[in-house]
Nanobody
């Protein structure tokens, strides 16, 4: 069992930055993907960015050039650096540890952290 704890969310003005962290209670190296998802009110959860245990990253088109995912296997932590934030980035952000290339029952989710972008 692995527990994921997100932190770093909050209220920020448009154009501002935040850095989210996801700390795992155990090793994350065995997880093929570590990922960030988000869910805005009334919308489905969507993939924001993910990184493989080999360091390959993917970012959603909506955040490319603004968000950067990184992974520190030694610290069992995944980060999401968010720059040039927009009101439409407002959502609860979730960390996910995915065991394989495809989602399955052995995946883990954090409890989420709220990000609000507003003036």
């Amino acid at each position: 069992q692995v527990q994921l704890v997100e932190s770093g969310g909050g209220l920020v003005q448009p154009g501002g930055s935040l850095r989210l962290s996801c700390a795992a209670s155990g090793s994350i190296f065995s997880f093929y993907y570590m990922a960030w998802y988000r869910q805005a009110p009334g919308k489905t959860r969507e993939l924001v960015a993910r990184t493989t245990n080999g360091g390959v990253t993917n970012h959603a088109d909506s955040v490319k050039g603004r968000f950067t995912i990184s992974r520190d296997n030694a610290k069992n932590t995944v980060y999401l650096q968010m720059n040039s934030l927009k009101p439409e980035d407002t959502a609860v952000y979730y960390c996910k540890a995915q065991r394989g290339r495809v989602s399955g029952s052995s995946d883990y989710w954090g409890q989420g952290t709220q990000v609000t972008v507003s003036s």
